[in-house]
């Protein structure tokens, strides 16, 4: 492989006009296609061949026109409460309600079905909470429920308050989320603004009103300003800091673009590009800084350009490919997830990786070939310029390699102490989807879910819509057979009320709303939920009946068991081609398993630091804390340990190459280590940076992303890669690059050390035989 890169860099370098052609007219294609295919974002939630998912298909089937699915419809709610001292019966709140009622029906993306007359033939018209409920209760009377059944009942369903102070309307919108702009908020807020005006409190909430911003931004700016800090002081010229930088900027650019292109023909979310931007960024900085790091390295033995150039994509470029393959593996195996969210964040930063390589290794050599020697220049005074390839200076990380090839016990000990420790917290690990409780405290949707916990029951944030099957039932038996179904209901400890909200038109299927006493992320609904469906075969049994049970509990709970039921296999997937991956590079068993266990350490305490600070607020740094997003372990340890193996490519690679060049054991530590350690320190400080500056963002899982990717750098490039590797190497000696021969012979060799090119190209030759090479 080195010898094809060799090739290519210095074809790039020497011919600059075709190739830096080639990427301003791809760059051009993609934003032409952004502007001309792009379509909306689609920012719904769903997870096929779940059981709620299936028991929420199955309403929609059942029951055409009916209550749309809440992951994926638009609605908004209108909470009310009443002055001080007074209830929402009194005449002039009434007055002021029915004004605001008014004003929804004149809100032109309001449903059609609920601007209707209200009456018996238009089930879906806004109705006054005070009057939905007085008829509620009128209606279950004259149905012939009992006083207290019926007083029971329509407080489960009703829209006002048993103390009548507070009461809701529920109104659906037409359209989906890429149809929420700001005149679509300002026209459902302007009826809140008149009846607040009339003296009644008014919270409006929902996916219709929400500003669903997406991320970026000014954090991408923060994490560029830190890169190119740490790039100056690397190269200590301002010409060279900005080559990876613009490799980034234009990689990424491409990538943005064709995903924005996509959404003409896919259903994208608009939290897609932000993975693809903050991963892209990050690994785009950090791949052209290794080969330019090498290029430096090669001009200062006074070979000609266009050949340091050649060299550089040849080994360092090497390094690089093998890097991002390690990462692109680790993010298209999120497939096995088989959650859509998960499966096209992951492609899409796998496309950004994908592009960072190839503008890495062909790009920015042909950058080289048009800067020449301006490339080191516009150099800085007051920085000193350090070459850590120099054979004899001491820099500080051949100090520190010297250390802990001295001490290798303690040094692995107290990295593996240090992390043991950070790990503790992840214990108290808790998952949770984002709802409105786990919003921050001051907002609409918060104070609206609180008010409704406290003037409802905690459960009436968390109902469970159990979708009853009825159809391999005898048409006289259907009714007996759904109320068995809400009697069974009834003897699950955590139900406050069961009932019959809807029948569809052919009497086959009904809809059982399960109001439970615990709020939708407790631990009492997730077992109620299980209950419940552990129910079904012993009520098919004897009814007849089939039932799915949906609900923000249920998918919650689904999820999980998604997740749990993926994590093996996507373990297997991710760790396995890995591990062949870097037994191809460095033609060892024992280096990519210490690499793996490293990973593992690393990863632990990313989750104890993540849960300490976001979830246990141990800092006290974060104003809500909260379970954190339940796909974010399974997401985290993909990219993480994509992004682990770069440096563990990048570091031991150096150390590879000085073994195969001939040096000892302990010596290839040391010179690899000191070759490496500045590089891998800069590119390790960029991507944290360029993590980091996405903690700003409001959303909260991007939030707690960006801290999580930002520590886990931290953790295994510094403590794993620096402390930990370099120690078991040292205690492994020659064993480290021990391979059975019969593999030895499996394995194609791969040269990433770049043995091979240097053969060829220290083999005297003339010239147009070296310009084949």
Same mark, same amino acid.
């Given at each position: 492989?080195?010898?094809?890169?060799?090739?290519?860099?210095?074809?790039?370098?020497?011919?600059?006009?075709?190739?830096?052609?080639?990427?301003?007219?791809?760059?051009?294609?993609?934003?032409?296609?952004?502007?001309?295919?792009?379509?909306?974002?689609?920012?719904?939630?769903?997870?096929?061949?779940?059981?709620?998912?299936?028991?929420?298909?199955?309403?929609?089937?059942?029951?055409?026109?009916?209550?749309?699915?809440?992951?994926?419809?638009?609605?908004?709610?209108?909470?009310?409460?009443?002055?001080?001292?007074?209830?929402?019966?009194?005449?002039?709140?009434?007055?002021?309600?029915?004004?605001?009622?008014?004003?929804?029906?004149?809100?032109?993306?309001?449903?059609? *079905?609920?601007?209707?007359?209200?009456?018996?033939?238009?089930?879906?018209?806004?109705?006054?909470?005070?009057?939905?409920?007085?008829?509620?209760?009128?209606?279950?009377?004259?149905?012939?429920?009992?006083?207290?059944?019926?007083?029971?009942?329509?407080?489960?369903?009703?829209?006002?308050?048993?103390?009548?102070?507070?009461?809701?309307?529920?109104?659906?919108?037409?359209?989906?989320?890429?149809?929420?702009?700001?005149?679509?908020?300002?026209?459902?807020?302007?009826?809140?603004?008149?009846?607040?005006?009339?003296?009644?409190?008014?919270? /409006?909430?929902?996916?219709?009103?929400?500003?669903?911003?997406?991320?970026?931004?000014?954090?991408?700016?923060?994490?560029?300003?830190?890169?190119?800090?740490?790039?100056?002081?690397?190269?200590?010229?301002? /010409?060279?800091?900005?080559?990876?930088?613009?490799?980034?900027?234009?990689?990424?650019?491409?990538?943005?673009?064709?995903?924005?292109?996509?959404?003409?023909?896919?259903?994208?979310?608009?939290?897609?590009?932000?993975?693809?931007?903050?991963?892209?960024?990050?690994?785009?900085?950090?791949?052209?800084?290794?080969?330019?790091?090498?290029?430096?390295?090669?001009?200062?033995?006074?070979?000609?350009?266009?050949?340091?150039?050649?060299?550089?994509?040849?080994?360092?470029?090497?390094? /690089?490919?093998?890097?991002?393959?390690?990462?692109?593996?680790?993010?298209?195996?999120?497939?096995?997830?088989?959650?859509?969210?998960?499966?096209?964040?992951?492609?899409?930063?796998?496309?950004?990786?994908?592009?960072?390589?190839?503008?890495?290794?062909?790009?920015?050599?042909?950058?080289?070939?048009?800067?020449?020697?301006?490339?080191?220049?516009?150099?800085?005074? *007051?920085?000193?310029?350090?070459?850590?390839?120099?054979?004899?200076?001491?820099?500080?990380?051949?100090?520190?390699?010297?250390?802990?090839?001295?001490?290798?016990?303690?040094?692995?000990?107290?990295?593996?102490?240090?992390?043991?420790?950070?790990?503790?917290?992840?214990?108290?690990?808790?998952?949770?989807?984002?709802?409105?409780?786990?919003?921050?405290?001051?907002?609409?949707?918060?104070?609206?879910?609180?008010?409704?916990?406290?003037?409802?029951?905690?459960?009436?944030?968390?109902?469970?819509?159990?979708?009853?099957?009825?159809?391999?039932?005898?048409?006289?038996?259907?009714?007996?057979?759904?109320?068995?179904?809400?009697?069974?209901?009834?003897?699950?400890?955590?139900?406050?009320?069961?009932?019959?909200?809807?029948?569809?038109?052919?009497?086959?299927?009904?809809?059982?709303?399960?109001?439970?006493?615990?709020?939708?992320?407790?631990?009492?609904?997730?077992?109620?939920?299980?209950?419940?469906?552990?129910?079904?075969?012993?009520?098919?049994?004897?009814?007849?009946?089939?039932?799915?049970?949906?609900?923000?509990?249920?998918?919650?709970?689904?999820?999980?068991?998604?997740?749990?039921?993926?994590?093996?296999?996507?373990?297997?997937?991710?760790?396995?081609?890995?591990?062949?991956?870097?037994?191809?590079?460095?033609?060892?068993?024992?280096?990519?398993?210490?690499?793996?266990?490293?990973?593992?350490?690393?990863?632990?305490?990313?989750?104890?630091?993540?849960?300490?600070?976001?979830?246990?607020?141990?800092?006290?740094?974060?104003?809500?804390?909260?379970?954190?997003?339940?796909?974010?372990?399974?997401?985290?340890?993909?990219?993480?340990?994509?992004?682990?193996?770069?440096?563990?490519?990048?570091?031991?690679?150096?150390?590879?190459?000085?073994?195969?060049?001939?040096?000892?054991?302990?010596?290839?530590?040391?010179?690899?280590?000191?070759?490496?350690?500045?590089?891998?320190?800069?590119?390790?400080?960029?991507?944290?940076?360029?993590?980091?500056?996405?903690?700003?963002?409001?959303?909260?899982?991007?939030?707690?992303?960006?801290?999580?990717?930002?520590?886990?750098?931290?953790?295994?490039?510094?403590?794993?890669?620096?402390?930990?590797?370099?120690?078991?190497?040292?205690?492994?000696?020659?064993?480290?690059?021990?391979?059975?021969?019969?593999?030895?012979?499996?394995?194609?060799?791969?040269?990433?050390?770049?043995?091979?090119?240097?053969?060829?190209?220290?083999?005297?030759?003339?010239?147009?035989?070296?310009?084949?090479?």
């Amino acid at each position: 492989m080195a010898t094809y890169l060799y090739r290519l860099g210095k074809f790039a370098y020497r011919r600059k006009g075709i190739v830096l052609s080639f990427w301003l007219a791809a760059l051009v294609l993609a934003g032409v296609a952004a502007v001309t295919l792009s379509g909306p974002t689609k920012d719904t939630f769903s997870i096929p061949g779940t059981p709620a998912q299936e028991a929420q298909e199955l309403m929609a089937e059942r029951f055409p026109g009916g209550a749309a699915d809440p992951f994926s419809s638009l609605s908004a709610r209108y909470l009310v409460s009443a002055p001080e001292g007074q209830t929402l019966d009194e005449p002039q709140n009434q007055a002021a309600m029915e004004d605001m009622l008014n004003a929804i029906r004149g809100v032109e993306q309001v449903e059609d *079905f609920a601007k209707a007359e209200p009456g018996p033939d238009a089930p879906g018209a806004l109705v006054n909470p005070v009057a939905a409920h007085d008829g509620l209760v009128e209606q279950l009377l004259s149905q012939g429920t009992p006083e207290e059944q019926a007083n029971a009942d329509a407080a489960a369903v009703s829209p006002l308050s048993a103390d009548r102070t507070v009461g809701y309307l529920d109104v659906p919108v037409a359209g989906d989320f890429s149809d929420v702009n700001e005149e679509l908020r300002e026209a459902l807020q302007e009826p809140a603004e008149a009846a607040r005006d009339a003296g009644l409190n008014v919270l /409006v909430s929902g996916s219709a009103v929400e500003i669903m911003e997406p991320p970026g931004g000014a954090s991408e700016l923060v994490g560029m300003a830190v890169a190119a800090v740490v790039l100056v002081i690397t190269f200590g010229s301002l /010409v060279a800091a900005g080559m990876p930088l613009f490799s980034a900027i234009v990689g990424v650019g491409i990538g943005v673009a064709l995903i924005t292109a996509a959404t003409g023909f896919l259903e994208l979310s608009s939290m897609v590009s932000t993975l693809a931007i903050m991963i892209g960024l990050a690994v785009a900085i950090d791949y052209s800084l290794f080969i330019l790091s090498r290029y430096r390295a090669e001009l200062s033995s006074g070979i000609p350009r266009d050949e340091a150039a050649g060299r550089a994509v040849g080994t360092a470029g090497s390094a /690089v490919v093998f890097a991002g393959l390690t990462v692109i593996i680790a993010l298209l195996a999120l497939r096995v997830v088989n959650i859509p969210f998960l499966t096209d964040m992951g492609r899409a930063a796998a496309l950004t990786v994908s592009l960072a390589v190839l503008i890495a290794i062909s790009m920015l050599p042909a950058v080289l070939g048009l800067t020449k020697s301006w490339v080191f220049r516009g150099r800085l005074p *007051f920085l000193r310029e350090v070459d850590p390839e120099h054979p004899t200076k001491m820099t500080n990380g051949r100090r520190w390699a010297n250390v802990v090839t001295r001490i290798p016990v303690v040094t692995l000990l107290g990295g593996v102490a240090l992390l043991g420790v950070l790990a503790i917290p992840a214990a108290n690990l808790q998952l949770a989807l984002p709802t409105p409780a786990t919003e921050p405290p001051g907002t609409v949707a918060r104070d609206s879910y609180e008010i409704t916990a406290e003037s409802f029951g905690e459960g009436r944030n968390g109902q469970l819509l159990v979708v009853a099957d009825a159809q391999n039932v005898d048409e006289d038996a259907r009714m007996d057979a759904f109320g068995t179904v809400v009697e069974t209901m009834y003897g699950f400890g955590d139900v406050e009320n069961a009932q019959i909200v809807g029948v569809n038109e052919a009497g086959d299927t009904a809809q059982i709303l399960v109001t439970p006493l615990s709020g939708p992320i407790s631990e009492d609904t997730m077992a109620l939920v299980q209950d419940i469906r552990d129910a079904e075969a012993a009520l098919a049994e004897e009814t007849g009946i089939q039932f799915g049970v949906t609900g923000q509990t249920a998918m919650e709970l689904d999820v999980s068991d998604r997740l749990a039921d993926a994590l093996i296999p996507y373990l297997l997937v991710v760790v396995g081609l890995a591990f062949i991956l870097l037994m191809l590079v460095f033609r060892s068993i024992l280096v990519p398993l210490t690499a793996t266990l490293g990973f593992l350490l690393s990863v632990a305490a990313t989750f104890g630091a993540t849960v300490a600070i976001f979830q246990l607020d141990w800092l006290g740094i974060v104003s809500n804390p909260q379970p954190l997003v339940s796909f974010l372990p399974i997401f985290l340890i993909g990219v993480v340990f994509g992004l682990a193996m770069d440096y563990q490519v990048f570091l031991v690679s150096r150390m590879r190459e000085a073994y195969v060049h001939g040096e000892s054991a302990k010596d290839a530590i040391i010179s690899g280590f000191s070759h490496g350690a500045r590089v891998v320190t800069a590119a390790a400080v960029i991507m944290m940076s360029v993590f980091a500056a996405f903690i700003a963002e409001d959303m909260a899982f991007i939030k707690v992303m960006g801290f999580a990717l930002a520590a886990a750098i931290l953790f295994d490039a510094f403590i794993v890669r620096m402390v930990i590797i370099p120690s078991v190497m040292s205690l492994l000696g020659d064993k480290a690059w021990w391979l059975p021969r019969w593999l030895d012979r499996i394995l194609p060799n791969v040269d990433v050390e770049g043995e091979k090119l240097t053969r060829q190209l220290e083999t005297p030759k003339s010239d147009t035989e070296l310009a084949k090479v």
